[in-house]
C-alpha cells in the first residue's frame, strides 16, 4: 500500500509518519503530485497558520491537487482547517472541499484549547470501534462548526466539528497521532478504507 505524506510548510508531519512507522507502515513524505496522485491513502496533516500555509499550497499547485484527489485523504489539525471554504486565521480563503468556515474560538476560556478532551457522538468509517466520549488530543485556537458533515464533535467554549467527512475526504481536528491507542484505532480504520 502505497500512503503519502503531504510535504509543505506545516509543522507535525513527522509525528504522523512516526505514528504509521509504529503501526508498521511506510509513508512517503512528498509534494510531487504523481506520488501524490498514485498513492493509495493520503494524509494532509499540519500545524501552523492558514493563510501563509494557503499562500504555499496555491504556489505549489496543492490547493486544486487536493480538490481533485479521488482516494481517502485525512486532514489532521490545520489540514483538516485548510479543507474548508474560509478561515477568519489571516481571513484566508482556503481550499473549499467542506463548504464550512473556520471560527476564532471566542474569549473566556483559555485558546488554544490544549490537551486531552472528550468524542461526542462518533459516527461512520473512521470510528468504527471508538467509544462516545473516548480521548483524544486537541491543540487549536480556531474550530470548524458543528454542521451535516460532522462526524464526531466536542465541547470547549463552544460545540465543535472534531471530525468531518465528505465523498472520499475525512478531517480531524485533533491528532489521531498524538492520541494513544483511540488515535492508533482511527489512523487504522483510515488505512482500512
Request: glycine residues 10%; proline residues 6%; hydrophobic residues 40%.
Given at each position: 500500500m502505497?500512503?503519502a505524506?503531504?510535504?509543505y510548510?506545516?509543522?507535525?508531519?513527522r509525528?504522523?509518519?512516526?505514528a504509521?512507522?509504529?503501526m508498521?507502515?511506510e509513508?512517503?513524505?512528498t509534494?510531487d503530485h504523481?506520488?501524490?496522485r498514485?498513492?493509495?491513502k493520503?494524509?494532509?496533516?499540519g500545524v501552523?497558520e492558514?493563510a501563509?500555509t494557503?499562500?504555499?499550497l496555491t504556489?505549489?499547485?496543492?490547493?486544486?491537487?487536493?480538490r481533485e484527489l479521488?482516494?481517502?485523504?485525512l486532514g489532521i489539525?490545520?489540514?483538516q482547517?485548510?479543507?474548508?471554504?474560509?478561515?477568519?486565521?489571516?481571513?484566508?480563503?482556503c481550499?473549499?472541499?467542506?463548504?464550512?468556515p473556520v471560527?476564532?474560538?471566542?474569549?473566556g476560556?483559555?485558546v488554544p484549547?490544549?490537551?486531552?478532551?472528550?468524542?461526542?457522538?462518533?459516527?461512520?468509517?473512521?470510528?468504527?470501534g471508538?467509544e462516545?466520549?473516548?480521548?483524544?488530543?486537541?491543540?487549536?485556537s480556531?474550530y470548524v462548526?458543528l454542521c451535516?458533515e460532522t462526524?464526531?464533535?466536542?465541547?470547549?467554549?463552544?460545540?465543535?466539528?472534531?471530525?468531518?467527512?465528505?465523498?472520499?475526504?475525512?478531517?480531524t481536528?485533533?491528532?489521531p497521532?498524538?492520541s494513544?491507542p483511540?488515535?492508533?484505532?482511527?489512523?487504522?480504520?483510515f488505512?482500512?478504507?
Amino acid at each position: 500500500m502505497k500512503i503519502a505524506i503531504i510535504k509543505y510548510n506545516a509543522g507535525n508531519i513527522r509525528s504522523v509518519d512516526f505514528a504509521l512507522r509504529r503501526m508498521g507502515l511506510e509513508a512517503e513524505i512528498t509534494d510531487d503530485h504523481e506520488k501524490i496522485r498514485s498513492a493509495d491513502k493520503v494524509i494532509f496533516p499540519g500545524v501552523g497558520e492558514a493563510a501563509s500555509t494557503m499562500k504555499h499550497l496555491t504556489a505549489n499547485g496543492l490547493d486544486n491537487l487536493l480538490r481533485e484527489l479521488k482516494q481517502p485523504v485525512l486532514g489532521i489539525c490545520l489540514g483538516q482547517q485548510l479543507m474548508c471554504r474560509q478561515s477568519e486565521e489571516g481571513d484566508a480563503s482556503c481550499i473549499g472541499i467542506f463548504d464550512e468556515p473556520v471560527l476564532r474560538f471566542p474569549p473566556g476560556e483559555k485558546v488554544p484549547h490544549m490537551g486531552w478532551n472528550q468524542l461526542t457522538d462518533p459516527a461512520g468509517d473512521l470510528f468504527k470501534g471508538v467509544e462516545p466520549g473516548a480521548y483524544v488530543y486537541f491543540i487549536h485556537s480556531y474550530y470548524v462548526p458543528l454542521c451535516t458533515e460532522t462526524v464526531a464533535g466536542c465541547e470547549y467554549i463552544t460545540g465543535f466539528s472534531a471530525a468531518l467527512h465528505r465523498y472520499n475526504f475525512y478531517a480531524t481536528q485533533f491528532h489521531p497521532e498524538k492520541s494513544g491507542p483511540t488515535g492508533q484505532k482511527i489512523l487504522e480504520n483510515f488505512i482500512a478504507l
